[in-house]
């Protein structure tokens, strides 16, 4: 039988780190989004800047022209 041993503290920084994460790709997308409207930028420019795949930043643009 398999039983783990629950750690209260390493379960409240994973979950933690992935709200880190989560906020920090919106930040990423919204600052794409803002980027595409703008122009002056590449898609791979934004995706470099962002840290976004340039998969990401298509469909955001595919997003705003819709």
Do not use: C, P, S, W
């Not at 920090?24 to 989004?33: G, H, I, P, T, V």
């Not at 898609?43 to 819709?66: N, S």
Request: no cysteine; glycine share 4%; net charge negative.
């Amino acid at each position: 039988m398999l039983v783990a041993n629950y750690d209260y503290e390493t379960d409240i920084r994973v979950h933690a780190e992935e709200a880190y994460a989560e906020g920090e790709n919106k930040r990423a997308r919204e600052a794409a989004l803002r980027m595409l409207k703008d122009t002056r930028f590449t898609i791979k420019e934004i995706a470099e800047f962002e840290g976004l795949t340039i998969e990401e930043v298509t469909k955001l643009q595919q997003e705003l022209q819709a």
